[in-house]
């Protein structure tokens, strides 16, 4: 069963940057490195809402929620089985519990995420 940890959150002023790592075991990483890998958010009180997507393959590509878009960077290293999110110019609604998955249909169990608290 694949086990997804989140990592690297904590609480930052506006205007912050934080990198948050995630790590995907219970998989080949033959398997891992064919999957989108994408970083998803839930704020308090709000649904959970995909944040950044990277495809698999050598030449990876990337998109992103608009509502990030020029702010955050998604990458991933299929050796190690990771996914990052480079979060820049952070402001108080990038408040969430971050969480790291596959996108599109058949996802893996989610993990325990890692809150990222930004204050103004």
């Known amino acids: 069963q694949v086990q997804l940890v989140e990592s690297g959150g904590g609480s930052v002023q506006a205007g912050g940057s934080l990198r948050l790592s995630c790590a995907a075991s219970?998989?080949?990483?033959?398997?891992?490195?064919?999957?989108?890998m994408g970083w998803y958010r839930q704020a308090p009180g709000k649904q959970r809402e995909w944040v950044a997507a990277?495809?698999?393959?050598?030449?990876?590509?990337?998109n992103y929620a608009d509502s990030v878009k020029g702010r955050f960077t998604i990458s991933r290293d299929n050796a190690k089985k990771m996914v990052y999110l480079q979060m820049n110019i952070l402001k108080p609604e990038d408040t969430a519990v971050y969480y790291c998955?596959?996108?599109?249909?058949?996802?893996w169990g989610w993990g325990q995420g890692t809150q990222v608290t930004v204050s103004s």
């Open positions: 990277i495809t698999s393959g050598s030449s990876s590509s990337t």
């Open positions: 998955n596959k996108v599109g249909l058949s996802q």
């Open positions: 219970g998989t080949p990483g033959s398997i891992f490195s064919i999957n989108v």
